[in-house]
């Protein structure tokens, strides 16, 4: 977008020069060319009577959308309330106050405006549809004089933040302050409501020591702005604020919040009349596992307690740490949100507890470091944090390693090894049983945190004695009884009846060893035989088939925003809706974290494939809900036929890969059809791949 400065004035480099031109009542004038898109709306629409002139920031943001795309002219006198030339790439971001209300201004982001909070502006423009709702396109802004923001501003809620009723407006929230994230240009404090979590933005300044307001209590006087789909959609609501004057502190956040009393893990969010919003806790223990950046686990006594933390502070097993965060409710037991800590001493490493798995369901050991032992059934190596299932009994448990795990695929592991590990363990509950009886919580499975690959011991390599063996003594055995007395037709009896018992036992092995435990789709190796089969099939009969490999766009943003639980969840319900989309002949696959892989057999064209792969990206692009969570993703599918991408199964996998990273790079949301001609970074990419 192309901008014109007129006028005589000095040549200006800094803010500081533009304030102190324009204390001499010298005025700025900028004008904008304006979108292509807006002129062609206005030229299309050609009213028969002219459109009147909007003259407050109320009209134009009170416009319908399909009367903001008319492109109504707008001349405002309006402060500005705030300017950030970073915070979007397709335009700086700019609110603008007066009498009536306040409305987003969409100017270009370069060249930056020497302009800041309190700035008195004369603009002229028309009105477009905006990203959510209503917003001016400036042809000209003048700057007409000096002043400061409104000093007063209504306070609202979230239910009101949320609603969309205050969009765009000069609002005030109050607030805890739990996190400060910090970015080259930005700054953005995290805040608890009464009405639930809000963030706040305002541009970075030099100087202030942000990280200080942690566990203030505030009143920000901002600018609320929607978060929002593609199809303009609130899904949220963010808040920006032109700087620290805008904060008003209502209660200091203490200044060092390791000499806080210290509360022990038992009487976290235990019952306190009269506590509205909860500032930081401080406790103390003895760590039991960290994993950098994600987690730190400590035990005080005979509890134990694990939290999500970004700090990357080395701490051993077994050193003496002090812990500063935020109590909220977590899977079984109260945790810390934005948790830090620090390094009191060093100790000796705490002993585990030996427990059975059906003592770790009670309950009662949850964030302590333990030992079980279990039968190894299957593993998933290639997840960021690989993982074991064993069996111990009728139940299983998840066993987690820390993520990039050194020389785990030479670790010597085998299924059906009796292997002992020792971790934190960490329950999970059964979120519908507990909310629908009394609400005390119900364990609905167990995980557990290794620390490290040497936290597992193999006590037993498989037993040659497998069940094919056992089925062939069996039968032995039921030869030679066909010639003896009597009696022995009732062993025969007995005999066959635990035939059966280890049928059954060995169809369900072999179901878990073919299938992903988290979706129960078949994994890479079943894939695999059915790929192969479907090949004989097409060459004897001379028809087609085609491979789509369907990866989720950004799934580890659902991980981090809402926990690796409600990741589960919509991973799960991304395999049904895959195979919605397809036909039952068909076989859907899960081959890692967030990839599926879809066998389409006797297909008759390639367009068979495509309009599959359509269906695929147009169902997988609607709301997930799964309880009170809401998640969207997209999908990248790529696909690949035979025989025109290969004729064999390593090929056309490499083929659907390359073709899916193709999709990726060009943005995302769609398919792209595997050609020979694909680009050579994609191909390679596959080809490592598989």
């Given at each position: 977008m192309a901008s014109l400065v007129t006028g005589t004035h000095p040549n200006l480099r800094s803010v500081t020069a533009v304030r102190r031109w324009l204390a001499i009542r010298t005025s700025f004038v900028w004008t904008f060319a304006l979108a292509s898109a807006a002129l062609g709306a206005q030229e299309t629409a050609k009213p028969t009577l002219p459109l009147r002139t909007l003259l407050t920031a109320h009209e134009a943001h009170s416009l319908p959308p399909e009367e903001a795309a008319r492109a109504y002219p707008v001349h405002l006198r309006a402060v500005v309330t705030y300017y950030d030339p970073y915070i979007d790439s397709r335009h700086a971001a700019l609110f603008v106050h007066d009498a009536t209300g306040s409305i987003f201004i969409a100017v270009?982001?370069?060249?930056?405006?020497?302009?800041?909070?309190?700035?008195?502006?004369?603009?002229?423009?028309?009105?477009?549809?905006?990203?959510?709702?209503?917003?001016?396109?400036?042809?000209?802004?003048?700057?007409?004089?000096?002043?400061?923001?409104?000093?007063?501003?209504?306070?609202?809620?979230?239910?009101?933040?949320?609603?969309?009723?205050?969009?765009?407006?000069?609002?005030?929230?109050?607030?805890?302050?739990?996190?400060?994230?910090?970015?080259?240009?930005?700054?953005?404090?995290?805040?608890?409501?009464?009405g639930g979590p809000v963030s706040a933005t305002t541009p970075l300044q030099a100087?202030?020591?942000?990280?200080?307001?942690?566990?203030?209590?505030?009143?920000?006087?901002?600018?609320?702005?929607?978060?929002?789909?593609?199809?303009?959609?609130?899904?949220?609501?963010?808040?920006?604020?032109?700087?620290?004057?805008?904060?008003?502190?209502?209660?200091?956040?203490?200044?060092?919040?390791?000499?806080?009393?210290?509360?022990?893990?038992?009487?976290?969010?235990?019952?306190?009349?009269?506590?509205?919003?909860?500032h930081r806790m401080h406790l103390q223990g003895t760590v039991t596992l960290q994993w950098p950046g994600q987690i730190l686990c400590i035990q005080h006594a005979s509890e134990g307690l694990c939290m999500q933390t970004a700090q990357f502070t080395p701490a051993k097993t077994g050193d003496r740490v002090d812990v500063v965060g935020f109590p909220i409710p977590s899977d079984y037991k109260a945790t810390l949100e934005n948790a830090t800590f620090r390094v009191a001493a060093s100790g000796a490493a705490p002993s585990p507890a030996s427990i059975t798995l059906a003592q770790a369901f009670q309950g009662g050991h949850d964030g302590e470091l333990i030992t079980i032992d279990g039968v190894l059934v299957d593993e998933d190596r290639a997840t960021a944090n690989p993982t074991l299932f064993l069996r111990s009994g009728n139940s299983f448990i998840a066993v987690l390693l820390p993520t990039a795990v050194a020389g785990i695929e030479n670790l010597p592991w085998q299924d059906g090894s009796l292997l002992r590990v020792t971790g934190i363990c960490s329950i999970k509950i059964d979120a519908q049983g507990s909310t629908q009886l009394e609400g005390a919580v119900r364990t609905q499975s167990v995980r557990l945190l290794l620390r490290s690959p040497e936290d597992i011991a193999v006590l037993r390599q498989p037993s040659w004695w497998t069940p094919r063996h056992a089925l062939f003594t069996v039968a032995i055995v039921v030869l030679f009884t066909i010639a003896a007395i009597f009696w022995i037709v009732l062993l025969r009896r007995r005999v066959r009846q635990q035939t059966q018992v280890i049928r059954s036992n060995e169809e369900r092995l072999r179901h878990m060893a073919e299938h992903d435990p988290l979706t129960d789709l078949p994994n890479r190796t079943l894939f695999y035989d059915r790929l192969n089969v479907a090949l004989e099939r097409v060459r004897r009969f001379k028809t087609t088939l085609a491979v789509l490999m369907v990866d989720l766009d950004r799934f580890k943003e659902v991980n981090d925003s809402l926990g690796h639980h409600a990741g589960d969840q919509l991973l799960c319900q991304v395999a049904q809706r895959i195979g919605a989309s397809v036909r039952k002949t068909d076989t859907v696959a899960r081959i890692g974290g967030d990839e599926f892989i879809v066998l389409l057999p006797d297909l008759q064209t390639r367009n068979d494939a495509e309009q599959i792969a359509a269906m695929v990206v147009s169902s997988l692009s609607k709301p997930f809900d799964f309880g009170n969570?809401?998640?969207?993703?997209?999908?990248?599918?790529?696909?690949?036929?035979?025989?025109?991408?290969?004729?064999?199964?390593t090929t056309l996998l490499q083929g659907a890969d390359a073709a899916m990273y193709q999709a990726k790079a060009q943005g995302r949301n769609g398919y792209r059809v595997f050609t020979p001609n694909m680009s050579s970074a994609a191909w390679q990419s596959a080809q490592h791949h598989f």
């Open positions: 270009p982001s370069l060249p930056l405006l020497p302009i800041s909070a309190g700035a008195v502006l004369d603009i002229k423009g028309r009105t477009d549809i905006g990203d959510y709702a209503p917003i001016v396109r400036p042809s000209q802004i003048t700057v007409v004089g000096q002043s400061h923001v409104p000093e007063e501003a209504p306070q609202v809620t979230m239910a009101q933040l949320t609603s969309g009723a205050v969009d765009g407006q000069w609002i005030e929230v109050e607030g805890l302050i739990h996190a400060v994230r910090l970015t080259p240009t930005n700054v953005t404090f995290e805040l608890a409501t009464l100087g202030p020591n942000y990280e200080s307001f942690v566990d203030s209590l505030v009143t920000i006087h901002a600018n609320s702005a929607p978060v929002f789909n593609r199809t303009s959609q609130m899904v949220g609501v963010h808040l920006y604020f032109p700087g620290l004057d805008q904060v008003k502190v209502i209660q200091a956040a203490p200044a060092d919040p390791f000499a806080l009393p210290v509360v022990s893990i038992h009487d976290l969010l235990r019952y306190t009349p009269n506590v509205q919003l909860r969570l809401h998640a969207s993703v997209s999908v990248s599918v790529g696909v690949c036929t035979y025989p025109d991408g290969g004729t064999d199964a």
